[in-house]
């Protein structure tokens, strides 16, 4: 998994939003004529009347309750009720929208739950970000996702995970101790990780779950004011346009696909090439040149280093780089940099800490946008790349528990993260597990945000776990009655962060070699 860094300061409208800066996911009414349904009865409960949660003055055209064809008989009283106030053992129909890592642990617990689950994925095969796709967006700054021939997948040829196998399992299906694509590395590659996450879809029983080539196109609530249920409406392979009915709707759609582009000063006076990383592949299109690649993720340096075999320069910007500037010892060609201060007007590049290069390309590894085209609701925005407000970066206190989110946080054991919020969101749907109110979740989130702005964090990091990680995933483990995260996890999860940024090329083979070592010395 990658841990971007997130560079840029952009706001990011979406869904219409024009001048304001924060993106509102906001319902419009000449918009629910754009999804009839295709189903040709009119829903209804197993009672025989008109289906007491539809609301008439939300929907032009009958929605196909997916309840009535995956639910066991309920009574209509307790149709009736709210949301809340539903039988606590009732199996819910829900949709999970994503069938990437995020998506299959979150169907497995729904499942094991006992809830009736789709699966929407838009692609052709399970896999999410994990599977590979040579091609390129035609914008190489990647700006319009929504554009003809987009590309969803952001790999690059040569990745390879940057936490050991042993932290990208989940429980009762590790990674570690077993070989999927012939690729038995302590950091293997990325086919080995879409080759697990086949395996795991499959033995799971997930996978029978899944519509391919299904798009969402929009999740909306049945009752504006409350969520109780939410239609959902998705294209398939054919074109056809269907709406449907669930009691849930899980969003696991991702976060490594919608580039995220700083607003560099002068950039209008920039003649070279500009592009970010989601459309990076190999390094042969920089042989000889000068390379600023922006960002000091994970990915910018796998990027940085792969790309300085081949060019003449390689120049690392960051703001995280001011006690490390310089020339890159254990590199021939390469050099870091503060961030970028400016395009002069001949055209170099100034970094803040006075230097300036000439240069060919400037390469943004500055992280991703969250991005939920379909959603048609408000009350949720996303400013400034916060996604919110959010209980525990999970819930929207006024949709929840009907709506949820899996897999924003970033810095932290992701897999086993996905999978706690799934156990918790599972947990909570079929009411082993409860929530506060709407009021105590919101003043819980109001509270987190104070902390931020007293801390000095920018709005931009909310979901950037680190350093305070491990007090999340514990806190999930105790909702969902799990163990907290083992001491082992924890330190080699911290021991990965330090090989990241120690620029060392050859740190996942040391890593291997060292256990290696040690496994022969425990052997004797």
Known sequence: MYMEDRHSDIRTPVRGATSSSVTHFTTHASSRQEFPSLWSRTPTNHSGNSHGNE???????????????????????????????????????????GAGAAGLVAARELLREGHAVVVFEKSA???????????????PLGG?????????????????????????????????????????????????????LDAFAAESGVAACVRLHAVVLRVRPLRQDTGERWAVAWRGESGEVAEEAFDAVVV???????????????????????MHSHNY????????????????????????????HVAKEVHIASRCSEDRLGKIELYQNAWMHAEIDCIEDDGQVRFAEGSTVSADTILYSTGYRY???????????????????????????????????????????????????????AAVLS?????????DMLAAVRKDYRRMEEAGRPKRHTHALWPEWVEYMNWLADQVGKPRLEARRCEMYEKALKCIWSLDERYRDRWEEEEEETSGTGAS
């Open 55 to 97: 609301d008439p003055t939300t929907t032009s055209a009958p929605v196909a309750d997916a309840a009535t064809r995956n639910r066991p008989e309920e009574s209509t009283n307790e149709r009736a009720r709210p949301e809340l106030e539903r039988s606590a053992r009732m199996p819910r129909t829900v949709a999970v929208v």
């Open 125 to 139: 095969r399970v896999g999410g970000t994990w599977a590979y796709d040579p091609r390129a967006d035609a914008d």
């Open 144 to 196: 319009d996702p929504a554009s003809p021939g987009a590309v969803h997948g952001s790999l690059y040829a040569s990745l390879r995970t940057n936490l050991p196998r042993e932290l990208m399992g989940f429980s009762g299906f590790p990674l570690a101790g077993r070989v999927f694509a012939g690729d038995a590395r302590t950091f293997p590659g990325h086919r080995e990780v879409l080759a697990f």
């Open 252 to 274: 696991c759609n991702g976060h490594y696909t919608v580039p995220l582009v700083p607003k560099i000063r002068g950039i209008d006076k920039w003649r070279g090439k500009q």
């Open 281 to 308: 592949r190999t390094p042969e299109p920089f042989q000889d040149q000068n390379v600023v690649v922006v960002g000091l993720g994970a990915s910018g340096i796998d990027i940085a280093r792969e790309i300085s």
């Open 371 to 425: 991005h939920f085209p379909f959603l048609d609701l408000d009350g949720v925005t996303v400013d400034d790349n916060r996604v919110g407000p959010l209980y525990k970066h999970v819930f929207p206190p006024k949709y929840a528990p009907s709506l949820s989110f899996v897999g924003l946080p970033i810095k932290t054991i992701i897999f086993q993260s996905f999978e706690l919020e799934s156990k918790w969101i």
């Open 431 to 439: 009411g082993r597990s409860t929530l506060p109110s709407e009021e």
